[in-house]
C-alpha cells in the first residue's frame, strides 16, 4: 500500500508543478523513505494487478458490447464530455464542434480520426485517468472540486477501450486548456505494449485520438451508427468519409438534430427535463411553436407526428442526447404505455400515430456497462416518487401544453387529422398510469379527448366530433328534428324489409359468407380509405381486399377515398342504423366494432382546429347504393 501511496503522491505533485509554473515558482519536495523494519511481521508489499492481453479483450469484445461500432459512439461522449467542461470553466471563445475524419493515409492505412476542442489533458490526467483501466476522472473527487453543474455522460472509464475493437493502433495529440499547458502525443503500437508520452509543440488546445483501422470495418456502416445513434447530443458533428470509390463525401450533424427535423411543424409537444430532477413547462407559442425551445432547453420530452403511419414507432430513450438502444417507455412507465387505443391491431400493439423521443440527462438514469440498457433511474429521481411521479410530472406539463395548443387552433383550422391531437392526449394519460393519485389531472385530460357526435335529421345522419367535457357515452346521439326519430326507425325498418343483414364485421368472430374478418383487417382498410393524406402509403393486398369486399355484400369495385371520399362512411352508417341508441352510445360495456370504426374513421377525417364548424352529412338516400350494393 505503501508503493501505492507514493506513487498516487507523486502523480498530484507532477499535477502542482505545472501550476506553480505559470506563476514562475519551481516546487521541490522529497520522497520519504519507507522504514521496512518497523514493519516486523511483514513480509511484503503486494497489490492487485491485471493481465492487459487477457483483460483487454474482456472489456471490448461481445462480452459487453453488441455492435463494433459501439467505440465510436464512447469516442464522441468523452469529446463531449470534455468540451461542456471547458465550456463551464473557460469563458473565452472556442469551437464546440466535433470533427471526424474516416479516410486513408499516404500509406494506404484507413484511419477514424475525432478531434474536440475541449479541455485536452495534462501528464497528470494521462497517467491518471486515460491509461488507467476502470478509473474515471468525471466520477471522482477532482471533478467535484471544478464546482460545476454539468452532469457527465462518462463514467466508467473503460469506454477508450472499445476502440480496440476496431483499431490494434492509436496515436494520441493533446493539450490541456490552462494557459501556458504543453501539448503531448502518445503513439500506442498494440493495448498489451508500452507508450511513452512526448512533447509536441504544434499541438492545440483539444484531444485528437487517431484509430488506423482494421481493414474489415465499413466505413459507411461507422457513418450510418452515428447518425442513428446520435439525435438529440447539444454540440455538432462533422463527419468527413470515403465512399466505395474513395470520393470524399461530408456528413452534418447539427446539434439536437431530432428536433431540427420537425422545425417546420406547428404540431409538436416538448416537456423539459433539467438536472436536478425537475421537469419544466414550456409554453406553446412562445417557445414550441417558434422552435425557440431547441437551444433553450438540453433535456426534454418530444412528441412530434409520425412521417409515415405504415412504419412501427419511432419512440426512442435517449442518455444525454445518445440513443440507448434496448430501452423503452414501457420497460420504464408500465407495460400499458403507448398501447393504441385506435388501431385494433394484435400483431401491431404499440404502433400509434405520434412518435416520443425522451431525452434525459444522463445523471437521471443508471445504465449497465454498455450504455444500451436502463437498469434503474438514479437516486435523484428514485428519491422523490420514481417513475410513477414523474410520469404524473410530464402528463401535468403535457395537459397543460395541450391545452395551450388547443386555444392556439381554436380559431385556426388546420391540415393534421385529429386523431393526432387524440393520440397526445392518450399519451399524457398514460403517463399518469393506471394507479395514478392525481385524478383530478386524468379527468381533466380525459375531459379534452374528442368524442363522435351523431345528429339525425328527417333526411339523414351528420357527423361531428366534439370535446368529451365528462366521463359519458363514447358517441353523442341528437335528434335535432321533430320527425328525426320516425324517419329513423322508417329506414331501419326499410333495411329488414329488404332483408340487409349486417354482421358487424368489426367483432372477434365476425362470420359473413364464411369469410372471417379480424379487427386488424377491416381497420387496415379504414385507415387506408379514410386517411386523406399521402403520408399513408399502406396497400392491402388483393387477397385482403376480396375477402372485405365480399364481408361487405360482395361489394363491387374497390374501396378508394380517391374515388368517394364518403363510401366507407356510408357503409358504417349502414351497420350503425341497424344498431340501438342504447348499443351505440353505452360507455359501460365493450365498445361494438362498428362504433370503434366510425369514431376512428371520423377522428382521420376531420381535422385539428375550428372543430365545430367541420361536418359529414349522410342522407338517407346516398345509402340506397350502398343497400344495392349489398343486394347485389
Known sequence: MAVLFIKEFDLLINKFEDYFKIIGLKLYYLLPRIDKDSMKNTLDNYNFEAYIPTLIPLLTGDNIYSSKSVFARELIQNSIDAISVREAKDKSEFSKEISIELKVDK??????????????????????????????????????????????????????????????????????????????????????????????????????????????????????????????????????????????????????????????????????????????????????????????????????RKKNLNTVNEDMILNSGIIVERASLSEIFGENMRISKYIFNSYERERAYNDIIVNFPSNWLQLDVARDNITDFSDIINDNGGADLLGEKIAESLYKQIVQYIQYTKERKTNIPAIFLQDVIQCALDFCGNQSLNKVLCTNLD????????????????????????????IKIRYVEENAKKERNKWIGHLRRHEIKINYPLEENANHHNIQASKKTLMRLIEETAHRNVMYTYTIDGRTRYEIERLIKEIVGELQMEDDRKFIFKVLSVMLLNMTDKVIGNSYKKEPGVVFALKSALLQYFCIGQEEKQEMRIMYDELREVRELFNE
Open 447 to 474: 375531459a379534452l379527448r374528442y368524442v363522435v357526435a351523431v345528429e339525425f335529421t328527417e333526411d339523414g345522419l351528420v357527423y361531428k366530433i366534439i370535446r368529451r367535457k365528462a366521463r359519458g357515452k363514447r
Open 107 to 304: 500509406n494506404r492505412k484507413k484511419y477514424f480520426k475525432i478531434t474536440d476542442s475541449g479541455t485536452g489533458m495534462d501528464r497528470y490526467k494521462i497517467e491518471r485517468y486515460f491509461t488507467s483501466i476502470g478509473r474515471s476522472f468525471y466520477s471522482g473527487e477532482e471533478y467535484e472540486d471544478l464546482g460545476i453543474s454539468y452532469k457527465p455522460i462518462s463514467n466508467f472509464g473503460i469506454g477508450f477501450l472499445s476502440s480496440f475493437m476496431v483499431c490494434r493502433e492509436i496515436d494520441v495529440k493533446t493539450k490541456y486548456y490552462i494557459e501556458n499547458s504543453e501539448g503531448l502525443k502518445l503513439h500506442i503500437p498494440n493495448y498489451d505494449g508500452c507508450f511513452f508520452i512526448e512533447l509536441d509543440k504544434n499541438t492545440n488546445i483539444g484531444t485528437e485520438i487517431k484509430l488506423y483501422m482494421n481493414s474489415d470495418i465499413n466505413d459507411k456502416g461507422i457513418v450510418d451508427y452515428i447518425q442513428n445513434v446520435m439525435q438529440d447530443i447539444k454540440y455538432a458533428i462533422n463527419i468527413r468519409y470515403l465512399n466505395e470509390k474513395e470520393e470524399e463525401k461530408q456528413k452534418h450533424i447539427p446539434a439536437h438534430a431530432v428536433r431540427r427535423k420537425h422545425e417546420s411543424e406547428e404540431f409538436k409537444f416538448f416537456v423539459p427535463f433539467s438536472e436536478n430532477g425537475d421537469v419544466g413547462m414550456a409554453n406553446y407559442e412562445n417557445e414550441i411553436r417558434n422552435n425557440a425551445y431547441i437551444d433553450k432547453y438540453e433535456y426534454g420530452i418530444l412528441i412530434c
